[in-house]
């Protein structure tokens, strides 16, 4: 039990143990549940709650009303709330939370310590991010992981550009300077 606890409390999880841990996470939000993963959606049912406050005759379409419902509480707000109080409680738990502008070393190093500079990049990155997750019919958790819970071919396809698109980007952004 002793050995448990410790790796529990480890910072950083065997890729192995966390993703089958994750696929199990998976199936079983499935078979309980009956709702899939996804947190790109936990965004688009808040901002569509904000437009349905703001602008109401802009919110009542198929979209807000059939595809996104707009909520502030949804299964995926949920999801991405307790995603967040996880992480949270596992950085605490294992000593490894931090406050920190710039976290990335490798980030610093190769652009500098500009707060700014990273958050911006952050904030724009996020944005495309998002757009993306609409365009393909799912974020990562959504498309990749519960899609690939369902052997979703879709999921697959998203997965292969997923890594090949992140492995370019990372050429262009870093090359050989890391």
Do not use: H
Request: charged fraction near 10%.
């Amino acid at each position: 039990m002793r050995k448990l606890i410790n790796w529990l409390k480890s910072p950083e999880w065997s890729p192995y143990a966390a993703g089958a841990g994750l696929g199990l996470l998976g199936i079983f939000a499935l078979l309980f549940t009956d709702q899939i993963f996804g947190a790109s959606g936990a965004f688009e049912n808040v901002g569509g709650a904000i437009l349905n406050a703001v602008a109401p005759s802009l919110a009542d379409n198929t979209y807000w009303n059939y595809v996104m419902p707009a909520a502030f509480v949804s299964f995926g707000v949920i999801m991405l709330i307790g995603i967040f109080l996880g992480s949270l409680i596992s950085a605490l738990i294992s000593g490894s939370f931090k406050w920190r502008a710039v976290s990335d070393d490798q980030w610093a190093r190769v652009f500098g310590p500009s707060v700014w500079k990273r958050w911006g990049a952050l904030f724009l990155g996020a944005i495309f991010l998002e757009y993306g997750a609409g365009i393909a019919g799912g974020c990562t958790s959504g498309l990749a992981i519960s899609g690939g819970v369902q052997l979703a071919p879709a999921a697959f396809l998203f997965m292969a550009g997923m890594f090949a698109s992140g492995i370019t980007t990372a050429i262009i952004l870093y090359g050989k300077r890391y």
